[in-house]
């Protein structure tokens, strides 16, 4: 991955912080998941639902 991905990943999930409320789109199914941010990593942001836990880009969410 060039420097310029990781400098991509790394500012979008700056966006975020802990106990933010943020959705975004299955692509497989198309639905629309709603959670709460629980973790940010360097290329992911856990995502806590009511029923499961999703590892997500921080590119694919948008704040609700």
């Known amino acids: 991955v060039s420097y310029a991905a990781k400098m991509i990943q790394r500012l979008s999930s700056i966006k975020f912080v802990k106990g933010d409320k943020v959705q975004f789109t299955h692509t497989k199914t198309g ?3 709603t ?3 629980s973790k ?3 290329k992911t942001v856990t995502i806590r639902t ?3 836990e999703w590892r997500v880009s921080a590119s694919l ?3 609700v």
Request: charged share 20%; net charge positive; aromatic share 0%.
């Open 31 to 33: 639905e629309t998941i």
């Open 61 to 63: 969410l948008r704040r």
């Open 40 to 42: 940010i990593n360097q």
């Open 50 to 52: 009511p029923t499961t």
């Open 35 to 37: 959670g709460i941010v």
